[in-house]
Nanobody
Framework: QVQLVESGGGLVQAGGSLKLSCTAS????????MGWFRQAPGKEREFLVA????????FPSDSVKDRFTITRDNDKDTIYFQINSLKPAYTAVYYC??????????????????WGPGTQVTVSS
């Protein structure tokens, strides 16, 4: 079973930027696509962005493209997620996800998704 390890969370001030990373324990077909979700207290898990090894990228909407940047190092099977212009509303647990296709990852519910344990991001005003 592939494992995902997230890092980069913590306490940050509003208006700043934060960069999260997620590394897969090994390269398999299950890590072809990797992405990020977040879950705020009392809310459902929300899809943020995903990228595959071929460079294909999916966002939930065009409106977030200016705030979210995702890059990928295929040699390390690691994705990097930068969030700009942080707001207190972005406070949440951020989860890395991996799957065999972008569609699998973006669905958020497929049994084929591998999830990381999550990393807390707290944005202070």
């Amino acid at each position: 079973q592939v494992q995902l390890v997230e890092s980069g969370g913590g306490l940050v001030q509003a208006g700043g930027s934060l960069k999260l990373s997620c590394t897969a324990s090994r390269r398999t077909s299950s890590t072809y696509a990797m992405g990020w979700f977040r879950q705020a207290p009392g809310k459902e898990r929300e899809f943020l962005v995903a990228k595959n090894r071929s460079g294909g990228t999916t966002f939930p909407s065009d409106s977030v493209k200016d705030r979210f940047t995702i890059t990928r190092d295929n040699d390390k099977d690691t994705i990097y997620f930068q969030i700009n212009s942080l707001k207190p509303a972005y406070t949440a647990v951020y989860y890395c996800a991996a799957g065999p296709t972008l569609g699998t990852v973006t669905s958020g519910w497929s049994h084929a998704i591998v999830w990381g344990p999550g990393t807390q991001v707290t944005v202070s005003s």
